[in-house]
């Protein structure tokens, strides 16, 4: 069966079939929506076709992906997704929640929800037998791109900033890809990317320009969809999601607009995008009701949301728009919070990861969340990304001397 139909652009909608383009929209370089052929998918498949099968990661979702296999069965490749839900009731009492989960995805194979991106890109690119992949990154998408790659033998190239945290620019090395420090902002990297892309016949994985990592980053919303069915049926509930480019949420809502135009969902989650302060080109345009992204000049501790001009800025106002979500803005000092209370409850987050907690904490005081409204909120990568920042967000360790004496005075 074909599902994999073509593209729609997100701006203009016009259609293109899938040999027609390869990144975004020739007419206006608006992002482009996987189609998929929703009719032919619903009368072969039902949720319980999907819901029933043993594969303990995205893959699980195959039927419902834009690629058709994967190669290297058993490889790293095959066990990003399928992250654990945790119940967090010790957080969820204090900011008068009834039900609270913490989905996360720092368990990935490469410790970020980019692996989920990059496994449908990977896979994309050995069918169409690409030689070289390349990324822009700041650090997440070009380790789970290295590592991927790695696991399956696919040649890879990251450019990153030359301040991206060390043990993210230590992964890239370690599982092997080119790796070139651009002595820039993401920015900066990502312009460099797509044009040395096209000059040298690579396929490019940018965020919020190759339109497979909405495909790859889609697949959270189903696994969302299959734990809150156990939990909830088809009761309402809200998501909430750090917003850098704005790829992650609005994969996440094309999950859900995938479930709702299979039938399998009756209502869409409200879907709530945090960004940080520093770096708010996203939730300013939400604010002042447009879709028209104006880029700041990004500052903020997080580095995987600090984004100057967000590439999918577009798509991630409507996932918040369309589904009766809103944006959050979170302080620096709020996100170093929210990595110790998460931590607190046994989840060590990186700072773009606690910034989606920070922003709960943030809307729940502004009443922008009900108690009785069950909460989702993704942790989107690993403390261990960032250790730096980590230490900021606790108070240092008391050194004494190896003797009992010392222990006593200090209790
Ligand atoms: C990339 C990333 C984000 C933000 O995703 P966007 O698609 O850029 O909005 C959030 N958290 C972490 C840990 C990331 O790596
Ligand atoms: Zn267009």
Known sequence: MNKFIGYRCSICQ?????????????????????????????????????????DASLWRYLPLLPVSEVAGGGT????????????????????????????????????????????????????????VVVTASTGNAGAALAGLSAAVGQKAVIFAPRSAPPAKIAQLLVFGAKVILVDGSYDDAFDLTVAAAEEFGWYCRNTGYNPFTAEGKKTAAFEIWEFMQGKLGQAPFTVFVSVGDGNIISGIHKGFKDLLELGWIETMPRIVGVQAE???????????????????????????????????????????????????????????QAIAALGRVGVFAEPAGAAAYAGLVKAAGLSQVGAEEPVLVMNTGSGLKDVKAAMQAVSVAPIIEPTLEAVKRLL
């Open 76 to 131: 790293p490749l095959h066990a990003a997704g399928w992250t654990p839900v945790f119940a967090v009731p010790q957080l969820a009492a204090p900011l008068g929640l009834k039900n609270l989960w913490i989905k996360d995805e720092s368990r990935n194979p490469t410790a970020s929800f980019k692996d989920r991106a990059s496994a449908i890109v990977v896979a994309r690119a050995r069918e169409i037998k690409a030689e």
């Open 278 to 336: 520093g770096s708010a080109a996203i939730a300013n345009a939400y604010r002042a009701g447009t879709e028209e992204i104006v880029p700041v000049s990004a500052r903020t501790l997080a580095d995987s949301i600090s984004v100057d001009l967000p590439r999918d800025g577009v798509r991630a106002v409507r996932a918040a728009r369309e589904t009766g979500g809103t944006y959050v803005t979170v302080s620096d000092e709020e996100i170093l």
């Open 14 to 54: 016009t259609e293109y079939l899938p040999g027609q383009v390869t990144y975004t929209c020739p007419k206006d370089g608006g992002n482009l929506d996987v189609a998929l052929d929703y009719e032919a998918l619903r009368a072969k498949y039902h949720p319980e076709d999907i819901t029933s099968r043993t």
